[in-house]
């Protein structure tokens, strides 16, 4: 295959009344709070069983094994969801599809917790799943919309917040559930988290348009002003072919920057799921309770990896800023995430699975290690979930969507893996071929994207631009090739 041609997209400012920018500061923070908490909703349904697993299974007359699977399928709805969700939006509004989309999750909550028998049971948390990734894909679109490039890593860092702390918090909030009441009430709690989710997205989100879609959306319009009815028809199920999305993955720093997100999701997913299966025959623990509190130390990593690689992510934006004299190449938020990816995870992963497997360090080695690797993970995937975002701005959607398929994949097959593996090779050797296998991605990674990259380039208007506005630029897409 030939490598593509110089190719140039210039995208002009919108008009003013779809200027997001005409947002107030405060609005921008209530929309930011809002679509990171439906994230945290979402993420809260795929962990929330990891911790109840036997008492589901008990309640059901199944085995902890076949949930473990059914939680892989839920994940795996999660990364097909914005093929189904994005489209919807294109034909429908981004506002309207998300709407939707809250109120999808809401309904199938409830069935979950109404559920009679495993069949039903596994239907809801798979429906609810098909909700999943839209939720960030569409979150992080719409940060790429209303925030300005030198803080919107701050912003993506906030929307992971809502993301990780859903899949930390989902186990240790089930665990004190499960201990004092049914697990039933696991899944009530969500309905309401998810209802007041679909409530403010519903009031509170207006119908923001992405700046460089309102271009081809206003030529859409102006060249089908005469499409007869099956042509159009034709035209809005040919949305849903998932072709343009795939078909990123042709290009190496899309393919690469995914598969990496997909190596830290198999890092997460395998901690995560691993933990009542290896913490509580180490130590002892019989109750969910105290196996559930382990969760508050890859919790708090999350949390504090989110808003600490978003401001590092900004603040390396802004250094090769001014390295370049006003130009940035959405690449160089790939350098914020150096350290972690080469020496907190790698070390921090090691550490884990030996430390439990030759039993050393007692009980604060493996926490103190839990919460390097959320940190670490969220540290790293600031700077790859910004990219994802810039990379490419006229497909922005499908370049997220994406990366979200890849890392829910393998989120998937490190649920339904992670325990099998452990009990064939152990938790050390588990862990440790994990960080092997994320290094070497990485390094290949590293070695492509100055070889072939696509780089979104932002100049200024002017010099009397305010400083504060860094973003507000004209935009050229450029795809470079070669040494």
Known sequence: MSPPTDTTITTPIPSPTLNPKSLSTARKCLILFIVSWNTLVVTF?????????????????????????TNAAVLIAMGCSSLIWSPLAEIFSRKRSYDAATAVMLLASIGTALAPNMAVFTSMRVISGFTGTYFMVAGQTVIADIFVPTVRGRAVGCLQVGSVAGSALGPCISGVI????????????????????????????????????????????????????????????????????????????????????????????????????????????????????????????????????GRLSDHTVKRYIRKRNGLRLPKDRLNSGIVYFFAVLPISMVLYGWSLQKQFGGLALPIIL????????????????????????????????????LQYMFGATATAAVVPLIDAIGIGWSFTILSYGQVRVIVSDRMVSPACSIEFIEEKTSKSSNPSHMGDATLAGLYRSGR
């Open 370 to 405: 839990a919460f390097l690797i959320g940190a670490g993970l969220m540290g790293a995937w600031n700077g790859l979930n910004t990219y994802s975002a810039e990379v490419i701005p006229s497909q922005r959607a499908e370049a997220v969507c994406s990366k979200y398929i």
């Open 178 to 309: 499960v201990t004092f009441a049914h697990w039933r009430d696991i899944y009530w709690l969500q309905v309401a988290m998810a209802g007041l989710g679909s409530a403010l997205s519903v009031f509170a989100i207006p119908n923001i348009q992405s700046e460089v879609k309102q271009l081809y959306e206003e030529k859409a319009e102006l060249d089908s002003g005469s499409d007869t009815i099956p042509q159009r028809v034709f035209q809005a199920l040919a949305r849903f072919n998932p072709t343009k999305v795939l078909k990123l993955y042709l290009l190496p720093q899309i393919l690469l920057s995914d598969l990496i997100c997909g190596f830290l999701a198999i890092t997460q997913y395998g901690t995560l799921t691993s933990v009542r299966h290896v913490i509580n025959p180490r130590f002892g623990f019989t109750t969910p309770l105290v196996s559930g509190l382990f969760y508050l130390a890859p919790g708090t990593g999350f949390i504090v990896g989110s808003l600490v690689g």
């Open 45 to 69: 349904l795929s962990t929330s069983l990891l911790i109840a697993t036997p008492e589901i299974a008990s309640d059901l007359e199944t085995t902890s094994e076949i949930l473990n699977i």
